[in-house]
Nanobody, 114 residues
Framework: QVQLVESGGGLVQPGGSLRLSCVAS????????MGWRRQAPGKQREWVVQ???????TYANSAKGRFTIFRDTSQNTVYLQMNDLKPEDTAVYYC????????WGQGTQVTVSS
């Protein structure tokens, strides 16, 4: 079992930046993929970005060029650096880990507004 705790959300103006963190604990050695998904009000949860345990990264079109996922394996943490944020990025962002089962964090709110 893997437990995930996210942090780093908040209110930011359009064009601003935020860095989200996701700390994993438990059976971290079994994790094959970690990533982020988001869910805006009234919409389905959508995939944003993921990184495999051999550091292969893939991004949704909406995230390319603006978001970067990276890992600090010494801290069992995955980060999502988000730059040039837009109002349409407003959502609850969830960290996800794929191991022998799928684990989700509790979510962190990101609001982009002037």
């Amino acid at each position: 079992q893997v437990q995930l705790v996210e942090s780093g959300g908040g209110l930011v103006q359009p064009g601003g930046s935020l860095r989200l963190s996701c700390v994993a604990s438990g059976s971290i050695g079994s994790i094959a993929v970690m990533g982020w998904r988001r869910q805006a009000p009234g919409k389905q949860r959508e995939w944003v970005v993921q990184v495999t345990n051999n550091d292969y990264r893939t991004y949704a079109n909406s995230a390319k060029g603006r978001f970067t996922i990276f890992r600090d394996t010494s801290q069992n943490t995955v980060y999502l650096q988000m730059n040039d944020l837009k109002p349409e990025d407003t959502a609850v962002y969830y960290c996800k880990a794929v191991a022998s089962s799928i684990s989700w964090g509790q979510g962190t709110q990101v609001t982009v507004s002037s």
